[in-house]
């Protein structure tokens, strides 16, 4: 590799590092951020210059950070820097986030619609992102990039009820499919890593550097913060529990086939007459659904602490976050089932993880998704660096 492309990557590794920083800690004087980043001080002036001057950062005031000498000037993120979108396409739902570059939530919007066809997905996302832009108004061009959240089996389904439109998203190249509506570059990830991204950026993520994510979408799904980055993987699928094998009666079967929110919603729905039940709002349930919810939720801990025990084994982890679209207790209550058999696994080792429920976001895997392209340009986890 040639020096000058060397120093070229340090260079915006370094903005990538302060600009993160910066993020993390709301605002910050240029010696604390030259301590943390580990740079001198007349080098961490010029980065920061050169990024007022790109409009990212701005002067946030004066801090005062010791009893001698003049106050420092703090730096924080210009929160109209750019903007972000976030798409999730799942299989009962479509949502739509727009963040600023702080990631505030400016605009959301979601429809319910079971098994969406690319058509209605379409239909959909271009008038909701052509109505953001429009309260966008002149600032609309600073929209700098799209997240299309996107379950890694739509389409694949073969069920008796499944529209034969759903099953056409197979054949869907869902960035030329969409690039058209958005109009700014599109990055595409499964639905339950941008939902780990989520947590990571709002939740948990806060407080904790590694955590497992186990996301309660209409099936299970997970994904991987290490050192407070998201870990991907060979093929970017690092924990997908969907097609772990699980006993199941006797028989091994793919958790994605014999244990699923699908499964919950169809068995509510039958109680409740056979109308539809919203897993979103169970705010309202009878004595007979909350026993079928804790059959549920005993069968489902039931298959999934094996799986989560292993992975608590083999990455040397203290903390899995349950979230998703579930309420926030059942969530807990999947937290309390499990935990009882990694307790027991582990009472001779002493082990000290914990399930515990996630942050409950509105729009979570939109959010994550408008976080994507944030991720991929100002994460120190750019791949051209750290695969040099």
Known sequence: MKKGTDSTLVRAHN??????????????????????????HPAVSVITDELIDRGLLLNAGREKLGRRGQPAISLKLNPDALYTLGVSIERDNISIALLNFCGEVLNSATIEIM?????QALDYVSSTVADMKTKLSANADRIKGCGIAISSLMGALEH???????NTWQNIDVKAYFIGCVGCPIVVERVATVATIAENFFGYGKVTSNFIYLYTGLYFGGGIILNGEL????????????????????KLRNLVDCCSLQDLQEVLSVSNGDTDVNLTDLSSIDDRQRELIEYWVDDAARKLAPILITAISVLDINTIVVGGRLPQFINQMICDRVNLSVDKHFSIHHHPCKLVAG???????????AILPLYDTF???DASFSKR
């Open 231 to 250: 870990y991907r993987g060979s093929n970017g699928r690092a924990g997908d529990m969907a097609l772990s094998s699980v006993n199941d009666n006797g």
């Open 160 to 166: 008796g009820d499944v529209p034969k439109q759903f």
């Open 359 to 369: 942050e409950w976001l509105d729009h979570l895997t939109a959010l994550g998704a």
């Open 115 to 119: 098994y969406p066809s690319p058509e």
């Open 379 to 381: 994460s120190t986890r």
């Open 15 to 40: 903005e990538q590092r302060i600009i993160q920083i910066v993020r993390e800690h709301i605002s910050i004087a240029r010696p604390q951020l030259a301590k943390i980043i580990n740079l001198s």
